[in-house]
């Protein structure tokens, strides 16, 4: 496994792995695909802001993580949101903990003092996954989200950095 700066011919991949997710599970309210220009336009601004997009590569790529500014404005400058997403077929192999693991470090040295994962309440994987990870129920937030018909929660999940 190689986990590595996104290259624009990954780009195809990231978007397969997210509308995937997209179509599928809940683990985004988003319902709506991604397109690839919407996707190298995010690459682009992560490169120009210095926050990372990272692919993980095993034969193909199979994953994909991200982070960016929590919420806009100057005062939120050192609190980061990521985004993480695998292919299916590989959960559980320990791929989602390097990845988070390197958007942590990648972050960390950007001057970054926390990192945030907004989770669907029903996602109880992912929020199980982010507690093993060192990461705090921080909030919920109810039925902020809405997908498959139904309202959801969302869980905020904290790290502290630094």
Do not use: C
Not at 41 to 49: H, I, N
Not at 63 to 91: I, K, N, P, W
Not at 133 to 143: H, L
């Amino acid at each position: 496994m190689t986990i590595r700066p996104a290259r624009a011919a990954d780009l195809p991949e990231v978007m397969r792995i997210w509308n995937t997710a997209i179509r599928e599970t809940n683990q985004t309210f988003n319902s709506q695909e991604k397109t690839l220009p919407e996707i190298e336009a995010l690459m682009a601004q992560r490169e120009a802001d210095g926050h990372a997009l990272l692919v993980v590569e095993a034969g193909a790529i199979v994953g994909f993580g991200t982070y960016g500014q929590f919420r806009g404005g100057v005062g939120y400058a050192r609190s980061m949101e990521h985004t993480l997403y695998l292919d299916a077929t590989t959960r559980g192999q320990g791929l989602g903990r390097g990845l988070l693991r390197a958007l942590e470090d990648h972050a960390r040295m950007g001057g970054a003092h926390s990192l945030i994962g907004g989770v669907a309440g029903e996602n109880e994987g992912s929020i199980r996954f982010h507690e093993r990870e060192g990461y705090a129920r921080v909030a919920t937030i109810p039925e902020v989200g809405f997908k498959f018909g139904r309202y959801m929660d969302l869980v905020l999940l904290q790290k502290i950095l630094t």
